[in-house]
């Protein structure tokens, strides 16, 4: 029976939860995930567990937060000012904006405060810093021979 390898196409179904058991993202319901292993087009951990498994095999792993979305960074989150955004009324807290970097770069942030004259985005990823563990069943390989 053949493994998942670097550059087979997989297809997996997988849940995500935090520590407290709370899913933030599941196939549930949806078609399996599918990806090419190596490319980076999941996190790390997600990849490593991948790799090695054979169609209808299930694993359970926990994943650091540098195997995951990095560690958070305190760097990362700004105080802009009120009039820097677009529109007559304050942002709300929680609203997601993209916003483009000096050096052209597109950023997704999140507003986590607002008062008078300022607004604090966080530019971290929601589950930076954070462990998780993701539930995976392989479904199927495409194998690239």
């Known amino acids: ?86 529109g007559d009324g304050a942002p709300d807290v929680g609203q997601r904006f993209t916003m483009t970097t000096g050096e052209g770069q597109q950023m997704l942030v999140t507003v986590t405060e607002v008062e008078s004259e300022r607004v604090e985005i966080d530019a971290n990823h929601p589950l930076a810093g954070k462990p998780l563990r993701f539930d995976l069943e392989l479904v199927k390989i495409d194998a690239n021979d």
């Open 1 to 86: 029976m053949s493994t998942a390898k670097q550059g087979d196409t997989v297809h997996v179904h997988y849940t995500g939860r935090l520590e407290d058991g709370t899913v933030f993202d599941s196939s549930d319901g949806k078609p399996p995930l599918q990806f090419v292993l190596g490319t980076g087009y999941v996190i790390p951990g997600v990849e490593q567990a991948v790799e090695g498994m054979a169609v209808g095999d299930q694993v359970s792993t926990e994943i650091s937060p540098e195997n995951a979305y990095g560690p958070r960074s305190e760097e990362l989150v700004l105080n802009v000012g009120l009039d820097q955004f677009p």
